[in-house]
Nanobody, 123 residues
Framework: QVQLVESGGGLVQAGDSLTLSCTPS????????MAWFRQAPGKEREFVAY????????YFGEAVKGRFTVSRDNAKNTLYLQMNSLKPEDTAVYYCAAHLNGYYTHLNAWTYWGQGTQVTVSS
């Protein structure tokens, strides 16, 4: 059974940095695209960052461009999201997704999802 486990979330202040990790189990995704999405209370889940399996191809949502970076360590089968200059509007549950069949910003294009990790940014 394939599982994606996110970690690294927490409560931080505006301007702080935080790094999220996504570690799959059950299979390797070293030759698969992976991505981060987030969902704030009362809002739809939105695209945050994309990592092609043959890095360094990456894409970011407009709200995080210039502040967030995405990377992967294929040896550790782990995807990371480095979040800098965090803002209160970054508060959300962050989800890891893997195995793309479609356009990378579309939720239904991703086969596997994690359970999410909460990030809360206080002002």
């Amino acid at each position: 059974q394939v599982q994606l486990v996110e970690s690294g979330g927490g409560l931080v202040q505006a301007g702080d940095s935080l790094t999220l990790s996504c570690t799959p189990s059950g299979r390797t995704f070293s030759t698969d695209s992976m991505a981060w999405f987030r969902q704030a209370p009362g809002k739809e889940r939105e695209f945050v960052a994309y990592s092609h399996w043959s890095a360094p191809t990456t894409y970011f949502g407009e709200a995080v461009k210039g502040r967030f970076t995405v990377s992967r360590d294929n040896a550790k089968n782990t995807l990371y999201l480095q979040m800098n200059s965090l803002k209160p509007e970054d508060t959300a549950v962050y989800y890891c997704a893997a195995h793309l069949n479609g356009y990378y910003t579309h939720l239904n294009a991703w086969t596997y999802w994690g359970q999410g990790t909460q990030v809360t940014v206080s002002s």
